[in-house]
Structure formats: structure tokens, C-alpha cells
């Protein structure tokens, strides 16, 4: 974990010394010096007091690059087919995948399926169907809804027109190939 780096550079982009830093906190150059280098392991009573000065939250600072911000650019985006949907895929993080779904008149995901986790859908243009076990509702723009998707369930579109929305779904589990 390179907590230091992370540290010093904060710091500098908020354009503050070692010696101001000292003053704020009450360490001393050397320990700070240390920590910014990785040296010394400081306690986590430490750490919150240097997040403090810094305006961060100590869990920022314990976190590893990789869990850091993610941004996907709309030129970078992946996309995708599946029974007659245009998938945009927006993002994906940790068990959490967000995406665009276009459905063409009278499309839906196919038969009632299920899977680990949960989905939030909010609907930007058309009309839907949305069914989950005995529940059946009919959405159309600006409605939203959402489901523990382990109960099976199921979206069409029942406009005439196409049909857009924006998906969540979150699973501790890999979603293989699911959308």
C-alpha cells in the first residue's frame, strides 16, 4: 500500500508544505518525511489527523489505485447485442455495472431469467413491460423501478416506437456475459 505517495501528492496539489503541515498536526518533519516515503507505517489515529489537514476522508487514503475513480469515456465505450437490444456499456466496477439497453418495437430480454444481485432501471424513452415473478407493470419514461434479480423476471417493449433505459445491477458475483 503506498499511502505516503498518496500523501505527498495531495499536499502538493493543495500546494501546502512539510513545514505547514508540521505546524497543523503537530508532527514532526522527520515522521512526516517518513510517512511520505513510506518508511513508517503511521497509526490510524495518524492517519486521521493527516486526512483532516488534507480535506480528504481516511478511507481515501487507505485505498489501492485500482479501487480509485474510474471514468470511461464516451468514444471508449464497449457495446453490444443480445436479442435484437443494442447495449452501451457505461461503466463496471467492483460487481457494479451501469448501461444503456435499446429495445426496438416489440423487443424484450428473451424468456424470464434470474441471476445473482440486484437492478435498478430507469426509463428514458418508450413504454415497457416489466414482470418479476407474479408482478407485471407497465413503465414508460421518466418511471423507474427495481428488483433482486434472483427471482426471475422479465422486460419488453410494448410501444411503438423504441424504448431506452438506463441499468444498475450490482452482484457480489461475476455476471457472465449477462447483457
Known amino acids: 500500500m503506498d499511502i505516503g505517495s498518496k500523501i505527498r501528492a495531495i499536499r502538493k496539489r493543495k500546494k501546502r508544505t512539510i513545514a505547514q503541515m508540521c505546524e497543523a498536526t503537530g508532527l514532526s518533519k522527520g515522521f512526516i518525511s517518513n510517512v511520505e516515503n513510506n518508511n513508517t507505517s503511521p497509526s490510524i489515529q495518524t ?8 480535506g480528504v476522508p481516511l478511507p481515501y487514503l487507505l485505498l489501492e489505485k485500482q479501487q480509485h475513480m474510474r471514468v470511461v469515456r464516451k468514444d471508449s465505450r464497449r457495446y453490444s447485442t443480445f436479442n435484437q437490444l443494442k447495449i452501451e456499456h457505461l461503466s463496471s466496477k467492483s460487481g ?10 416489440g423487443a424484450s430480454m428473451g424468456e424470464p431469467h434470474s441471476h445473482e444481485g440486484e437492478e435498478c432501471h430507469f426509463v428514458l424513452e418508450g413504454r415497457l413491460l416489466a414482470e418479476q415473478g407474479e408482478d407485471s407493470v407497465m413503465v414508460e419514461e421518466g418511471d423507474s423501478f427495481s428488483w433482486n434479480a434472483s427471482v426471475p423476471h422479465y422486460v419488453k417493449n410494448i410501444g411503438e416506437g423504441k424504448a431506452v433505459v438506463l441499468i444498475a445491477i450490482y452482484s457480489d458475483a461475476e455476471l457472465h456475459d449477462l447483457l
Open 47 to 54: 492517519l486521521q489527523t493527516i486526512a483532516s489537514y488534507l
Open 96 to 105: 457494479l455495472r451501469m448501461m444503456v439497453v435499446e429495445f426496438p418495437p
